[in-house]
């Protein structure tokens, strides 16, 4: 069951790593444009809603039927949660911990579990298997957002050619 979906989730934090390996801590800390989030603020998220976006919001559906799942503004959260202190590699090793920890209990469930469902306080109906693979879903976004910073560090640097390119 899922196991694209898995094979993504377990995938990620090994990704990421590789990812920055080349980053220094100002890079990572540096914002690509105003109001857009660093690699700082993308992995200190990513750990955060591990647990209140993921592995709590899958938990209610096991637990309860047609759980109702509380919705949070993401931006309000990276404020609160200072997003923009959280020492990047720290916060990827905890994604990390709490990744394999959530692989085990996925690997777990069973077909109907994964057919329970919850509401979702804004988009509505939403079962488990539906759930866990907007995880995946979620992880390969914010996978593409590390690499956009990383094309936008040498963007600068290719002369002549950024005629062929537009950053978005
Ligand atoms: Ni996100």
């Given at each position: 069951?899922?196991?694209d979906?898995?094979?993504?989730l377990?995938?990620?934090p090994?990704?990421?790593?590789?990812?920055?390996?080349?980053m220094?801590?100002?890079e990572?800390?540096t914002r690509p444009?105003?109001?857009?989030?660093s690699v700082?603020?993308?992995?200190?998220h990513l750990?955060d809603?591990?647990?209140?976006g993921?592995?709590s919001?899958v938990?209610?559906?096991?637990?309860?039927?047609?759980a109702l799942l509380?919705s949070?503004?993401q931006e309000?959260?990276?404020?609160e949660?200072?997003?923009?202190?959280r020492?990047?590699?720290?916060?990827?090793a905890?994604l990390a911990?709490?990744?394999n920890a959530n692989l085990?209990?996925?690997r777990?469930?069973k077909?109907?579990q994964l057919k329970?469902?919850?509401?979702h306080q804004?988009?509505?109906?939403l079962?488990?298997?539906e759930?866990?693979t907007e995880?995946?879903?979620h992880?390969l976004?914010?996978?593409?957002?590390?690499?956009?910073?990383k094309?936008?560090?040498?963007?600068?640097r290719?002369?002549?050619?950024r005629?062929?390119?537009?950053?978005?």
């Amino acid at each position: 069951m899922l196991n694209d979906v898995l094979a993504i989730l377990a995938s990620t934090p090994g990704k990421l790593k590789r990812e920055i390996a080349s980053m220094s801590l100002k890079e990572m800390k540096t914002r690509p444009a105003r109001g857009k989030w660093s690699v700082q603020e993308i992995l200190a998220h990513l750990d955060d809603v591990e647990e209140i976006g993921m592995r709590s919001r899958v938990a209610a559906m096991l637990d309860t039927p047609h759980a109702l799942l509380p919705s949070f503004d993401q931006e309000k959260r990276a404020e609160e949660m200072k997003y923009s202190r959280r020492d990047p590699l720290r916060s990827l090793a905890s994604l990390a911990r709490q990744r394999n920890a959530n692989l085990k209990w996925l690997r777990k469930l069973k077909p109907a579990q994964l057919k329970r469902r919850g509401i979702h306080q804004k988009v509505g109906e939403l079962s488990v298997g539906e759930l866990v693979t907007e995880w995946a879903f979620h992880d390969l976004s914010h996978l593409r957002q590390v690499l956009e910073i990383k094309r936008y560090a040498l963007y600068p640097r290719i002369g002549n050619m950024r005629a062929f390119y537009k950053l978005s």
